[in-house]
């Protein structure tokens, strides 16, 4: 089992709509957690941190099921500027990064 | 300002001759991460170092290796470069504590083995 799985998607959503998808971890001593967003053929830039069960910063929202080992990212009105694909990265406490394969996120006009 | 760089931003190297890509940064951070990544993989970790403790992934090909003369640079070397390496390698750093923090990226460099 891969240490930190995704959907793959694409995600095709029309500007103004709401995408949300999830990620799942392995271990469960895993200690924080985060979502990046990379544009193709440039490097993954942060998006939001998630340290206890959740946190928002305006339009996106990261959940943290603990119980269930997730991750959630939801994204409110979708601009076309979101496109891009999401990279869910779990930081276990020797410091390695773990990093899904990504989501795909396409916002169409 | 950059704080995480990365040069060359692209190499081309021939099959079989060594190659060095190189990372600097100025966050003072006591990680540096080196990532492979092909196209529409995840990133791959190679090796990490905490200060001047070096940590080498399992699966990480003998063929690559790496130096961290002082906290501000790192080095990869591939000693002979195959068809399979091409790919983006990318460098970031953390603060390294109690992994309650977020790594920082450069912007990559492209190798391309010819």
């Known amino acids: 089992r891969k240490e930190v799985e995704q959907d793959p998607g694409p995600f095709n959503v029309p500007e103004g709509a709401t995408v949300a998808f999830n990620c799942t971890y392995s271990n469960s001593a895993s200690q924080s957690f985060f979502w990046y967003r990379q544009d193709c053929r440039k490097e993954p830039k942060l998006l939001m941190s998630v340290y206890s069960s959740g946190n928002e910063d305006g339009r996106f929202t990261a959940q943290l099921n603990r119980a269930s080992q997730y991750i959630s990212l939801l994204i409110r009105d979708s601009k076309l500027s979101d496109s891009a694909t999401y990279l869910c990265v779990v930081n276990k406490a020797d410091y390695k990064l773990s990093f899904g394969a990504g989501t795909t996120v396409t916002v169409r006009a | 300002d950059a704080m995480v760089i990365q040069n060359p931003r692209y190499q081309v190297t021939q099959f079989g001759k060594p190659v060095t890509l190189s990372c600097s940064q100025t966050?003072?951070?006591?990680?540096m991460y080196w990532y492979q990544q092909k196209s529409s993989q995840a990133p791959k970790l190679l090796f990490h170092y905490y200060d001047k403790d070096f940590n080498n992934e399992a699966d990480t090909p003998d063929n690559f290796q790496s130096r961290r003369p002082n906290t501000s640079f790192c080095f990869l070397d591939i000693r002979s470069p195959g068809l399979g390496d091409a790919a983006m390698y990318l460098c970031?750093?953390?603060?390294?504590?109690?992994?309650?923090?977020?790594?920082?990226f450069g912007q990559g460099t492209r190798l391309t083995v010819v």
């Open positions: 966050l003072n951070h006591n990680v």
């Open positions: 970031a750093t953390s603060i390294g504590s109690g992994g309650k923090t977020e790594a920082f």
